[in-house]
């Protein structure tokens, strides 16, 4: 416990800053824990090194800011919780996700978004491979994931619901063909944007390209628009918005039920 207590540096009204530094991560978690249901609703996290879990659990409502580079399952089964990251993010980054926002200023690792059904993830960098993996909806609960740079192969595997948008900002040789593989494999909901072209060959066979309508660049247009307000980025939004983007989605609903009857 007198871990807990040192990590404590300021704590005044509504708001407590912690220095992570050597804290582990079942201390750390805690810790957030205790003051969530104590009032605080903003954390200001310093010093973080691979913690896992952070976020993970919450019941009241709480903005946690992280600097530095949070381990795996940040945001796991967050619950509307807002994260901002100052720094990169490692695996399973807002894992099962129920509601919420989570903002990453840098890059994420492997299957962030994973099973995510609800709530918000913007990343300013780029995503490892296996991004939004098992992505779903209920109801009025639709999960939105945004990539300013690239993601890695197999985005949107086995992908139900919700929306990807990667917008391939990281560099020049990105702009005007995304070279991610297999992307859409098993999917059967939801839609992935890309901004610039794809290669046919780099699609899941239950995947198929699909020209995007007035209703898919008003969307896409507003994404952008959100994304910016949280991100300093070179290149104008207006340049951003005017490129071409591809629409992916499901060749079907049931792409294995011949298996299953």
């Not at 991004?131 to 945004?146: A, C, F, N």
């Amino acid at each position: 416990m007198s871990v807990i207590n040192n990590c404590i540096k300021k704590l005044e009204d509504n708001a407590a800053i912690i220095d992570a530094n050597e804290v582990p991560y079942q201390q750390l978690n805690m810790l957030l824990r205790k003051l969530s249901v104590n009032g605080i609703r903003t954390v200001e996290i310093y010093n973080v090194c691979g913690q896992r879990y952070i976020g993970t659990g919450l019941k009241a409502p709480l903005e946690i800011k992280v600097y530095g580079v949070p381990g795996n399952d940040l945001g796991a089964f967050m619950d509307g919780q807002r994260i901002f990251v100052y720094g990169n993010a490692q695996d399973g980054c807002g894992n099962t996700m129920n509601d919420g926002l989570i903002v990453v200023h840098g890059d994420v690792g492997d299957v962030a978004g994973y099973a995510m059904r609800g709530g918000k993830i913007f990343v300013k960098g780029n995503a490892g491979f296996r991004v939004g993996v098992h992505m779903k909806e209920y109801s009025d609960m639709k999960p939105i994931m945004i990539i300013g740079g690239k993601a890695g192969d197999f985005l949107g595997e086995y992908m139900a619901g919700g929306i990807i948008l990667v917008l391939g900002l990281t560099g020049e040789e990105q702009r005007d063909e995304q070279s991610m593989k297999f992307v859409g494999v098993g999917m059967h909901g939801g839609t992935i944007y890309i901004r610039g072209e794809i290669k046919c060959k780099c699609m899941g066979k239950e995947a198929r390209i699909e020209e995007t309508d007035e209703y898919d660049l008003c969307l896409i247009r507003d994404l952008i628009k959100e994304f910016f307000t949280y991100f300093d980025l070179e290149i104008s939004i207006n340049e951003v918005i005017a490129d071409k983007f591809v629409k992916i989605v499901p060749v079907s609903t049931r792409p294995y039920g011949r298996l299953y009857g």
